[in-house]
């Protein structure tokens, strides 16, 4: 069922495919995958869509493989992607960390199942919330958004190329099972009414050109292959020339800037939603699909006289500290609902540094949170009988 | 010197090497280097634009030495520069990619790519330089260290049998599939510049010599020892007479091994579009 309007076209989509449009639409070319559960229907429906737009779908040996690809796709200067799930998300790990320090601009969805190991595949969970954030080794930069519906997805999706192209950062979304595997309503973006970003390319003379110069928005010009530079990209810790070093002052100025990068740019890369948080006492936060029941509870407990309100944060890392802390400024307690054991709360807690008790309510059954589990959580914290280690449950 | 190694005189190798980052990190007597100046050799000889190549190269010892090459050059992770090698090529099919890899690089931590890439007969050229060790990290067993052979992970002598990589590649459906040593530096040239020209995948081994970790521990003599040592064994239809040796049929054989003209994965690509 499509109808086409001044506002574009109206589709049914599931998660994965709103994920796989948007790609295609933020201009992705190239996708290289591997089957996993439940993310296999991103790649189903890249290998239908990249043809139609000239670009390239390759099912790779494996998860690791499907990185490799898509980072010299990316390094031949065609914007590329790849998605993947628990397992395969560990195996992407290193060659994440090759995209972060080289800045090789990608994006890897991870439709997060539970885990550890194989899990459960078809189950959902938010448990790599912080592998996101620190799954490769060594200290880096790295940008992760978290959408909570089909329609977020695919315009997180689009937003996730941007930075990475922008920034020269690996991206990664995730979303749960839920979302994944959720049909909604999507009003697609009209032709030609996205903004897209490119990565800076470098322009002018290849003579004394230096691949990793320290520029004033710390994001250096990419040099396309081809264009002339004869550039030398390296996994070692490199010069501003590209070439390896292990120099103490040149390797301290290097990390420097590429870590600081992200923070330069908070502004572009920080986004979060925020409901009833003006007078909040009671202020949960949420993420995926698990705001959606804290976003009813919220409501339900307005209903009761229970003064509550949804933070949701919509980029994880870096985490948007400035928005959280005036969200948090009225509220008399927090309440961190995820489906794991306990991980972006440590965030929430390293933010409120003691200021205020944090609550925590976990589910690491392969259910969804449900909202009159918050409700009830909410109702006893705004009645004083919840204290931060009674909230301690998973 | 037979008819096909004629040598041009316009080859200039400076003019391709990046010599800013010279003395090059090479051990005396190591074969890499060899290998290096056949390599831009037969770019030379084969006419490719340095702009329009790209070298893809894994990690240890051979994967260094793309550096030297000036072009575009990407040195990435252990074991995967066929996986970057063929996203790069078929977002970028205009630029000639060219994947420099060892023997732990390609056949042990990337041993998974090199089968698939010679399956999909992906238009690269794999140059693989092995020298029967992990050389960088201080002298580990490879996959094609020979048996009984002395390393540091196999005090008692190596108990593991080395695999033949042109086999493989060739089973694994390579569209060509060469070996040479780095003594014969014309003839592995000319092999570089047919793999090189051959469209879909070119699988090319170069058996190259680690003198200082690998054949000093196993008493395999000087670097031009070593080197002819390796010839006995490579060649004996050639050398027999001189070393006065026993042909042994099982021994390994150099030039094409192997050619087909199996369409590479670029022409069977563009019919996914016309779908």
Redesign the interface.
Known sequence: MNAISAEGELRILQGNQACALGAVAAGCRFYAGYPITPSSEIAEQMARELPKVGGVFIQMEDEIASMGAVLGASMGGVKAMTATSGPGFSLKQENLGYAALAEVPCVVANVMRGGPSTGMPTRPSQGDVMQARWGTHGDHPIVVVAPASVTEVYFETVRAFNLAERLRVPVVVVFDEVIGHLLETVRLPAPGTLELVDRPWAEGSPANFRPYAETPDLVPPMARPGDGYRAHTTGLTHADTGFPTQDPAVVERMLQRLLGKLDHHRALIERAEQVATDDAEILVVAYGITARAARRAVALARARGVKAGLFRPITLWPFPETAFRAAAAHASGLLVAEMNAGQLVLEIERLVGGAKPVSRLGRIDGEPIVPAQLLAMIERMASGGETAAAGRQA | MTAMTKIDDRFDVRSWL?EA?FPHFLCPGCGHGIALRALVWAFHDAGIA???L?I?SGIGCSGRIG?YI????????HG?P???????????P??EVVVITGDGDCLAIGG??L??ACRRNIDLTCVMLNNEIYGMTGGQVSPTTAEDRWTTTTPAGNIEPAFDACRLAEAAGAGLVGREMTLHLPALRDLLVEGLMHPGFSFIEVISDCTEIYGRKNDLGLPAEMMLCQTGSLRPDVYTSTVDQPFRPNRLRTGVLARSDRPGYLAR?SR??D?
């Open positions: 990046r980052l340095r702009d329009r790209a893809v550096a000036d072009t575009n050059t990407f040195h990435v992770t995967r066929l996986a970057y090698a063929t996203g790069l090529k078929l977002a970028r205009d630029l998974n790519h089968i698939h690509i996914v579009s779908r």
